[in-house]
């Protein structure tokens, strides 16, 4: 998934720091996740006026990673 020419990926809930990864996973179910990831997206625009909520990760050193949010 794109989002103003930035590929974002789906993540655990569980594990949020980790791609989703589904070796095997035969298109139809790709599909059908990507459909429940944007009607999701909607829903959190609608509930949000119009905004979401986005992040990606930072490497910060050896040490760790930062957390960029963006709304």
């Known amino acids: ?28 179910r790709v599909e059908e996740m990507e459909n429940r990831m944007k009607a999701d997206a909607m829903a959190e625009l609608k509930k949000f006026n119009g905004r979401i909520l ?8 050896a040490s760790g990673f930062n957390i960029i949010v963006s709304f």
């Not at 794109?2 to 990926?9: D, H, I, L, Q, S």
């Open 54 to 61: 986005l992040h990606e990760e930072e490497v910060n050193g």
């Open 1 to 28: 998934m794109f989002f103003t020419g930035r590929p974002y990926v789906l993540r655990l809930f569980q594990d949020p720091l980790k791609n989703l990864e589904a070796t095997g996973i035969v298109r139809e």
